[in-house]
T-cell receptor
């Protein structure tokens, strides 16, 4: 069974500082995809970043980057130069290489302190 | 391009009633998935439709059902509502199954069962 664990229910960061959100997953598959989604109070889930498991290079999207450790089954999200607009619930998600079912973690609520 | 549209945004129903939620995917997207989001459980996969066929189903009772029309629009139905069905129901569409196609989410329908 595929499970995704986010061990930090809440995190806070000072504006302009860097924060890392943790995510681990359990799978016996070798090919899969990993995603981070952001859900602000507006409720809409927004894709932040994605990573293909077969790629060793960590994905980056502007201020967002991941630390993908395949052997450890770890997929953390680093937010640099945090902004007030980054405040949201962040969900880590896993998807098998085939099929379209996503498995989500329970989320980390990020507060950005001005 | 218009995003994923879910209607209605809010619903209040009484236990025992039934409800139908609607989702219009992004134009060109043929896969539509439904997720139930609750504070304690996070996002739980309900089912996925692709080209009018249910491709995958999560671990929910038969009271939860759905369908997809030829224009890719989808509906989700919950019969004999229970208090525990109160949740945010999210619809997501994607271009295709497989590959690294991310899910694009709507704003959700907040269902309250009293």
């Amino acid at each position: 069974a595929q499970t995704v664990t986010q061990s930090q229910p809440e995190m806070s960061v000072q504006e302009a500082e860097t924060v890392t959100l943790s995510c681990t997953y359990d799978t016996s598959e070798s090919d899969y995809y990993l995603f981070w989604y952001k859900q602000p109070p507006s409720r809409q889930m927004i894709l932040v970043i994605r990573q293909e498991a077969y790629k060793q290079q960590n994905a980056t999207e502007n201020r967002f980057s991941v630390n993908f450790q395949k052997a450890a089954k770890s997929f953390s999200l680093k937010i640099s130069d945090s902004q007030l607009g980054d405040a949201a619930m962040y969900f880590c998600a896993y998807r098998l290489y085939t099929g379209n079912q996503f498995y989500f973690g329970t989320g980390t609520s990020l507060t950005v302190i001005p | 391009k218009a995003g994923v549209t879910q209607t209605p945004r809010y619903l209040i129903k009484t236990r025992g009633q039934q409800v139908t939620l609607s989702c219009s995917p992004i134009s060109g997207h043929r896969s539509v998935s439904w997720y139930q989001q609750t504070p304690g459980q996070g996002l739980q996969f309900l089912f996925e439709y692709f080209s009018e066929t249910q491709r995958n189903k999560g671990n929910f009772p038969g009271r939860f059902s759905g369908r997809q029309f030829s224009n890719s629009r989808s509906e989700m139905n919950v019969s004999t509502l229970e208090l525990g069905d109160s949740a945010l129901y999210l619809c997501a569409s994607s271009f295709a199954q497989g590959r690294n196609s991310p899910l694009h989410f709507g704003n959700g329908t907040r269902l309250t069962v009293t």
